[in-house]
């Protein structure tokens, strides 16, 4: 069942520890219960570091694949759903420039993989440093500091960085050819550079990012004939297939999808979301 959100403390870190390309947020639940809850896909790479006993945490699947403990979700997934019986986890979401340093360049769309699979023992011992943290506040300069390291590794090209940036800042509303004349690169070469590097076209990278704008709005109880205008799509109808081809669902489901439910309290600075008002108060740190 969807889990209730009023028996999980929600924190997210000081504005001092965010950079670029990176969020996070913190989950700990109040007393113990069962969570099954499908994830509606958005622009980032998640990782979600399992916190908990290891009987005790999460387990994700994607179409036939299951994994325990921390996981990577790439872009666009699938079916992904997270079960478990106590959840207290770290959830980051790396945007595709992010991912690709902070992974090395694996091309994580469309998959579910097991962090160690990716890190290896540092995957390990980063957790054991965050089961041991005293709150939130440590967790958060921990994995912060970690991912600094990461971070650092060659970018992508600067031009392919610039499309992602002007994509997102665009709510998915951006020319492919347009951008290509912003870099001076032809369409073929940003396609093929952007494919190459971040895991995913441009134009799905356009569609993938105006979706999840046009979710939010639903979320937000906006009607379904505004959102698709203000979201840029031709009609009710397009707006009505897109969704189904990202989320599985329709408009009215996805409004009332319960993962986007707290995306306000746990994500507060990545979209505007309109008048909703978050379920569960989060903080800046505090106990785990």
């Given at each position: 069942?969807?889990?209730?959100?009023?028996?999980?403390?929600?924190?997210?870190?000081?504005?001092?520890?965010?950079?670029?390309?990176?969020?996070m947020a913190g989950f700990r639940q109040r007393?113990?219960?069962?969570?099954?809850?499908?994830?509606?896909?958005?622009?980032?790479?998640?990782?979600?570091?399992?916190?908990?006993?290891?009987?005790?945490?999460?387990?994700?699947?994607?179409?036939?694949?299951?994994?325990?403990?921390?996981?990577?979700?790439?872009?666009?997934?699938?079916?992904?759903?997270?079960?478990?019986?106590?959840?207290?986890?770290?959830?980051?979401?790396?945007?595709?420039?992010?991912?690709?340093?902070?992974?090395?360049?694996?091309?994580?769309?469309?998959?579910?993989?097991?962090?160690?699979?990716?890190?290896?023992?540092?995957?390990?011992?980063?957790?054991?440093?965050?089961?041991?943290?005293?709150?939130?506040?440590?967790?958060?300069?921990?994995?912060?500091?970690?991912?600094?390291?990461?971070?650092?590794?060659?970018?992508?090209?600067?031009?392919?960085?610039?499309?992602?940036?002007?994509?997102?800042?665009?709510?998915?509303?951006?020319?492919?050819?347009?951008?290509?004349?912003?870099?001076?690169?032809?369409?073929?070469?940003?396609?093929?550079?952007?494919?190459?590097?971040?895991?995913?076209?441009?134009?799905?990278?356009?569609?993938?990012?105006?979706?999840?704008?046009?979710?939010?709005?639903?979320?937000?109880?906006?009607?379904?004939?505004?959102?698709?205008?203000?979201?840029?799509?031709?009609?009710?109808?397009?707006?009505?297939?897109?969704?189904?081809?990202?989320?599985?669902?329709?408009?009215?489901?996805?409004?009332?999808?319960?993962?986007?439910?707290?995306?306000?309290?746990?994500?507060?600075?990545?979209?505007?979301?309109?008048?909703?008002?978050?379920?569960?108060?989060?903080?800046?740190?505090?106990?785990?």
């Amino acid at each position: 069942m969807p889990p209730d959100w009023s028996t999980v403390a929600i924190a997210v870190p000081h504005p001092a520890l965010r950079r670029p390309g990176v969020a996070m947020a913190g989950f700990r639940q109040r007393r113990p219960a069962t969570w099954d809850i499908a994830m509606v896909a958005h622009p980032s790479v998640t990782v979600l570091l399992n916190l908990a006993a290891d009987d005790d945490g999460l387990v994700c699947g994607a179409g036939t694949s299951r994994r325990c403990g921390s996981v990577v979700a790439g872009l666009l997934p699938g079916d992904l759903r997270a079960t478990g019986r106590v959840v207290d986890c770290l959830q980051i979401r790396l945007d595709p420039v992010a991912s690709a340093a902070a992974f090395g360049g694996p091309d994580l769309t469309g998959v579910l993989v097991s962090l160690d699979e990716l890190w290896g023992r540092d995957a390990t011992r980063l957790e054991d440093r965050l089961r041991a943290a005293s709150g939130w506040d440590e967790r958060f300069a921990i994995a912060t500091s970690f991912l600094a390291r990461r971070l650092d590794a060659p970018p992508v090209d600067p031009e392919v960085a610039h499309t992602w940036r002007r994509t997102h800042a665009g709510r998915g509303r951006v020319s492919v050819e347009g951008l290509a004349e912003e870099v001076g690169w032809s369409r073929k070469r940003l396609w093929s550079r952007f494919r190459g590097q971040l895991g995913i076209s441009p134009k799905r990278a356009a569609r993938l990012v105006r979706f999840d704008h046009a979710a939010h709005l639903l979320a937000a109880g906006r009607p379904a004939a505004e959102v698709a205008a203000e979201s840029g799509y031709v009609d009710q109808s397009h707006l009505h297939r897109e969704v189904r081809a990202f989320a599985g669902l329709t408009p009215s489901a996805v409004a009332a999808a319960p993962w986007l439910a707290i995306d306000d309290t746990a994500w507060p600075a990545s979209v505007n979301r309109g008048d909703r008002r978050p379920h569960t108060p989060a903080t800046n740190g505090g106990s785990p």
